[in-house]
């Protein structure tokens, strides 16, 4: 299986102008699963809840569709951030689509600090989707500092793990190494790169996407200032054997009657 990931440089606000930058970094590759940073089509640092609603669509929207025309391109289910707009409510979300379909949306369950003055915190349970062979599921950005997330993931079957971000501490890309060893699991950390100064907010963004494997070797590793696109191939029948050693499973050896706090 191919699987791959897009390291951009949104312009705040400018949704073509980030479509295009997309289309023009994919150029002709195929694949069979790809994923964009967070909020890979409006840039990150609003100022305002008003603003970010300004910016929120439905899973029938632009981002959706364009979403949908570079999967057709490529061949591959793409996993992408938008603004996702809902019942009154705006969330912080990721939106997987094939060339045909939306396949669905998760909602960003752990939000980072001022999105929790923009965002409703996600509502939707954790669940994995079939692409080819594989079982793959999502979290976004500061959801892997909860390891809870991955685990999850895992015991729910996901042989990999998509995981737009907009990355702004140094961590996340060595605690992507534990979080698929911990659970035998692959990851595709897509980051973005620059910087977004609005209001009293200035962010720098560190880039450095990444693929990490299911026994925690780096199998791609980003520049930390530039445009990148990057593709590999992987076995997801190793995610699927969950064996440290003859002894040892990482899933099966669980105490969970122990894990309660009483």
């Given amino acids: 299986m191919k699987i791959g990931y897009i390291q951009s440089s949104p312009t705040f606000g400018k949704k073509?102008?980030?479509?295009?930058?997309i289309?023009?970094?994919?150029?002709?590759?195929?694949?069979?699963?790809?994923?964009?940073?967070?909020?890979?089509?409006?840039?990150y640092t609003f100022i305002s809840k008003k603003e970010a609603e300004s910016l929120a669509e439905t899973t029938k929207g632009e981002t959706a569709e364009f979403l949908m025309r570079i999967a057709e391109i490529t061949g591959a289910v793409i996993v992408g951030g938008f603004v996702e707009e809902d019942s009154n409510q705006i969330y912080n979300s990721s939106l997987i689509v094939s060339s045909s379909e939306v396949l669905g949306t998760y909602r960003k369950l752990h939000l980072y600090f001022k999105e929790k003055l923009w965002f409703s915190p996600g509502n939707k349970h954790l669940k994995t989707y079939q692409v080819k062979?594989?079982?793959?599921?999502?979290m976004i950005c500061f959801d892997w500092i909860f390891p809870e997330t991955a685990r999850l993931l895992a015991v729910l079957g996901a042989d990999i793990i998509a995981h737009p971000a907009n990355l702004v501490m140094p961590f996340c890309q060595k605690a992507m190494i534990i979080r698929c060893l911990e659970n035998s699991i692959y990851a595709i950390t897509a980051n973005r790169i620059g910087e977004e100064k609005r209001g009293d907010s200035h962010f720098h963004f560190t880039g450095r996407s990444q693929i990490t494997s299911c026994n925690g070797d780096v199998l791609s590793s980003a520049p930390?200032?530039?445009?990148?696109?990057?593709?590999?191939?992987i076995d997801v029948n190793q995610a699927r054997d969950k064996n440290l050693n003859k002894y040892?499973?990482?899933?099966k050896d669980r105490r969970t009657e122990f894990y309660s706090l009483e």
Avoid: H, M
């Avoid at 073509?16 to 930058?21: E, L, M």
């Fill in 16 to 21: 073509a102008q980030n479509f295009k930058q």
């Fill in 23 to 43: 289309e023009n970094l994919l150029g002709k590759s195929k694949a069979d699963l790809i994923v964009l940073p967070e909020l890979f089509a409006t840039g």
């Fill in 133 to 138: 062979e594989a079982k793959v599921g999502i």
């Fill in 224 to 233: 930390k200032d530039k445009f990148y696109i990057d593709l590999v191939e």
């Fill in 248 to 251: 040892n499973n990482v899933l």
